[in-house]
């Protein structure tokens, strides 16, 4: 699949998996139709500045300093670059940084915890696969060689452990699929076998879990596969979990905040191009099917939005060739929603979500490869996205402390007291850019909007007569608008008056914890959820109200 357009022109075939698609891709463009995605709907792609080097099948990563690293890929002459470039949100403009010890496609790039980028593997210009790994120093801008990995890795995954180890896995080596692990010691610069995949994979994907495991899933080892696998970390083991609904290979798969792995798209012999999607329960183990995509495609990027939504751009089919088209994937409703035309189609691009809420695509093949990349939900300058959420109340001297409310999975708790006019209640919202007007704020169960203030990038609710305790509150203010548009925004908490620890029950561990905290000054942002009377201070009101919530 990935260097399709180099296959269909005669010239130097990639990954084998790569010619395995090409193959049917010729046989079925005899009977071609052409569809054209829906006209967007909402979200906005504007351009930004191009990169200096067009180039697909190379790695983009989210620098410590909020600048983006693409390394490598292949270049106009499909054959591996040296070349890398970083990418500036705030000038929009892509520079030069320096090459790569050694020209590459088809690798990986990690970014390790002391803000080095790890590199390792992928095809040098003479498609000899590589042994070799090399190191990024954003404080310097060069690469330098660090240790080799055990066996060439052609389109393997890596992925960070929360032990700052990298974990790669499969690929190719040039000839045969591959069923090895590595793993990636920043400290040592070394690497280590780290046992066998039951199965050889390439075009898998693998997902750090919330519990700590590694999903590794579908790909291909001459046939396509629906089988799964976890790695544990802590025992360097490899699992069997369940099987996906549909063998595919060269899918996307995404974590989402409630834990579960959305995998969409991808390929397999006997369909073809698939739009069909589904979710990995980790505490199940089983994948069940979600909502399919609008449009069959294969070698998109899927990225997760800070509002929790997944957001699919671009690839290829056999129907429309290189695609234009985006989708947004809600967990809630399990649906997809077309979200927009790109200015190009591509395949084979990056993405990267950056921190003001944009997300970069750059890059890719539309045929030739490109130069060009783009922005999602914005003009250019910041794009309008609602950040974060959160329950905000003064607690008399110590000052005013929030909640976090997240804003997709269970609600977060207000355990402070219900106000019924007397004690003020805030939500604030903040968003990625400024924000120049809201429209009518609503509150569902319960409360009073008393005021909307905007200031900057935050609206905060000040909210009257929230007294229903133990239920669900909902607020909600329409068509929030900045420069480059509008949303409506909503937040919701759950009033849970005494329940300090936020587990769902009000009861003697949370009576526990106010008592540990008694008598210690002025509340601080570790404790200030034990002062559910918001006076300031953990004590004996603290206690008598808790008792009368048991
Ligand atoms: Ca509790
Ligand atoms: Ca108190």
């Not at 909402?42 to 099948?57: D, I």
């Not at 060689?145 to 393997?156: K, R």
């Amino acid at each position: 699949m990935k260097t399709l357009h180099s296959l269909l022109a005669g010239l130097r075939p990639a990954s084998l998996i790569a010619r395995r698609i090409a193959v049917l891709l010729l046989l079925l463009t005899a009977g071609m139709v052409v569809v054209q995605p829906c006209a967007g709907q909402s979200g906005t792609w504007t351009a930004t500045g191009g990169l200096n080097t067009a180039r697909y099948g190379h790695t983009e990563v989210l620098l410590s300093n909020g600048k983006v690293l693409v390394a490598g890929g292949y270049g106009i002459n499909f054959l591996p670059l040296a070349s890398a470039e970083l990418y500036d949100p705030a000038t929009q403009t892509w520079t030069a940084t320096g090459n790569l010890v050694t020209a590459r496609a088809e690798h990986t790039a990690t970014l390790l915890l002391n803000g080095k980028v790890l590199v390792a593997g992928g095809w040098d210009i003479n498609f000899v696969p590589l042994t070799s790994a090399e190191l990024y120093d954003p404080a310097t801008g060069t690469w330098t060689a660090t240790g080799s990995l055990i066996t060439a890795h052609v389109a393997p995954t890596a992925t960070l452990l929360p032990n700052d180890k990298v974990l790669v896995v499969g690929g190719e080596d040039g000839g045969t699929f591959l069923a090895s692990a590595e793993l990636y010691d920043p400290a040592a610069g070394t690497w280590t076998a780290t046992g066998n995949l039951s199965s050889a994979r390439e075009g898998h994907t693998m997902n750090l879990l919330l519990n700590g495991e590694v999903l590794v899933a579908g790909g291909y080892d001459g046939a396509d596969l629906t089988s799964a696998e976890l790695y544990n970390p802590a025992t360097g083991t490899w699992t069997a979990t369940g099987s996906l609904k549909t063998m595919r290979r060269v899918h996307t798969a995404t974590l989402l905040p409630n834990g579960e792995v959305l995998v969409a798209g991808g390929y397999n012999d006997s369909i073809g191009y698939l739009a069909s999607a589904e979710l990995y329960n980790s505490a199940s183990g089983t994948w069940k099917a979600t909502g399919s995509l609008a449009i069959e495609r294969v070698d998109q990027t899927a990225t997760l939005l800070p509002d929790g939504r997944v957001l699919i751009v671009g690839g290829i089919n056999q129907f429309s060739g290189e695609l234009a088209s985006a989708e947004l994937y809600d967990s809630g409703s399990g649906s997809w929603a077309d979200t927009g035309s790109l200015i190009s189609g591509r395949a084979f691009h990056t993405a990267t979500l950056l921190p003001n809420g944009v997300v970069l695509v750059a890059g890719g093949e539309d045929g030739p490869p490109l130069a060009s990349a783009e922005l999602y939900g914005s003009d250019g300058n910041g794009g309008l996205t609602l950040v974060s959420t959160a329950s905000r109340k003064k607690h008399g001297d110590a000052g005013t402390f929030d909640i976090d409310l997240p804003l997709t999975g269970t609600p977060g708790v207000e355990c402070r007291v219900g106000n019924g006019g007397t004690f003020r209640q805030s939500i604030v919202f903040s968003f990625s850019e400024p924000v120049t007007s809201v429209s009518g704020t609503t509150t569902t169960t319960c409360g009073t909007v008393n005021s909307t203030t905007i200031s900057g990038s935050t609206v905060t609710v000040e909210l009257g007569h929230v007294s229903c305790d133990g239920s669900d509150i909902t607020v909600t203010i329409p068509s929030v608008t900045g420069a480059s548009g509008s949303v409506d925004a909503s937040a919701t908490m759950t009033l849970r008056t005494g329940d300090v620890n936020a587990d769902g029950v009000v009861n003697n561990k949370d009576l526990k914890e106010i008592k540990m905290n008694v008598g210690r000054g002025l509340v601080n942002e570790n404790n200030f959820r034990d002062d559910i009377t918001v006076d300031g201070k953990v004590n004996h009101g603290d206690t008598t109200l808790e008792k009368s919530k048991l």
